[in-house]
């Protein structure tokens, strides 16, 4: 749909998603972090260190979203389920968690 919006009405779209995108911004974000708090502190509220952890985090992936959405162009490999997953693990994971998955071995 965003595509479609993208190229019948691009002077309408493209400022909502840049320079006028600060409320689907704050919105998409808040609702990203409620999706990690509920997927990384299930049952339990997160302190107010992890919630600002959390929000920063659901604004990052909004904004690399938002990102794909404006520029689809891209070099990642988003061919197959297996090698987005495999992205995500290597790049998207990391900047959330701070967790780096142990390097493939090699041969």
């Known amino acids: 749909m965003l595509n479609k919006l ?8 493209l400022r909502s998603l840049t320079v006028d995108a600060g409320a689907i911004i704050d919105w998409a974000s808040e609702a990203s972090a409620a999706l990690l708090a509920a997927e990384l502190f299930p049952g339990t509220t997160p302190t107010e260190a992890q919630q600002r952890n959390l929000r920063t985090a659901g604004e990052l992936q909004t904004r690399l979203v938002l990102s794909f959405v404006l520029t689809p162009h891209t070099t990642i ?25 142990p390097p493939k071995a090699s041969g």
């Open 6 to 13: 993208r190229s019948t009405e691009p002077e309408t779209i």
């Open 77 to 101: 490999n988003r061919s197959t389920p297996a090698a987005l997953r495999a992205y995500v693990l290597d790049f998207i994971l990391p900047l959330i968690t701070g967790w780096n998955r």
